[in-house]
């Protein structure tokens, strides 16, 4: 029974030698099958598609076409995908200007592209101001029982670490108002 299977892989093997451009085409199907799996359960920037069909053992000559393709079709767009992932990042989990950047480039999204569209979502200052106050009204509570000076430096830290940058933290009514207390 052995023997019959490797015989049979041998004959397969040995016809797609024979074929080359149908054994290429169908590893082509097979790459945009799976990039179009890939893409139905999630946006995907270039960079992640690319890393994703790798890792599923396509050659670069059909990872670059399967991109191209994706692109044809628009459905891979760096572009959009940034604006896409700063839109619903802000909505799930209001965060930082730097923090979201760094989240970007993790997905390989050219810094030119990353500055476009922060700029488009931060247009003006008061959005990180504004994204900044939301997150300290849900830490009020949990400072309401430290002295001033510490929840300050608690809210300045939680603040910081979700990527808001220091004049953001200063501005937040929550601050200003543990200032008066001092």
């Not at 797609?16 to 179009?36: M, T, V, W």
């Not at 106050?133 to 430096?153: C, I, T, Y």
């Not at 501005?171 to 001092?182: A, D, G, P």
Request: aromatic share 6%; charged share 30%.
């Amino acid at each position: 029974m052995t023997e019959a299977r490797g015989r049979g892989d041998a004959n397969a093997a040995a016809q797609s030698d024979l074929f080359p451009a149908e054994s290429a085409a169908g590893n082509l199907r097979a790459a945009l099958a799976k990039a179009y799996r890939l893409l139905g359960i999630r946006a995907r920037s270039e960079s992640e598609l690319h890393q994703a069909l790798a890792r599923a053992g396509y050659g670069e000559a059909v990872i670059a076409q399967t991109l191209a393709e994706c692109k044809r079709q628009h459905f891979v767009d760096d572009a959009d995908f940034a604006l896409q992932f700063l839109q619903s990042r802000l909505r799930q989990r209001p965060t930082g200007r730097l923090r979201l950047q760094v989240e970007l480039q993790q997905k390989g999204i050219a810094p030119e592209i990353i500055a476009a569209a922060l700029d488009e979502v931060f247009a003006t200052s008061e959005t990180s101001t504004q994204l900044a106050d939301q997150l300290a009204e849900k830490l009020r509570r949990r400072l309401a029982a430290l002295p001033a000076q510490k929840a300050r430096q608690r809210l300045a830290d939680h603040l910081r670490r979700r990527g808001f940058d220091w004049e953001a933290v200063q501005q937040t009514k929550l601050w200003r108002e543990l200032e008066k207390e001092n």
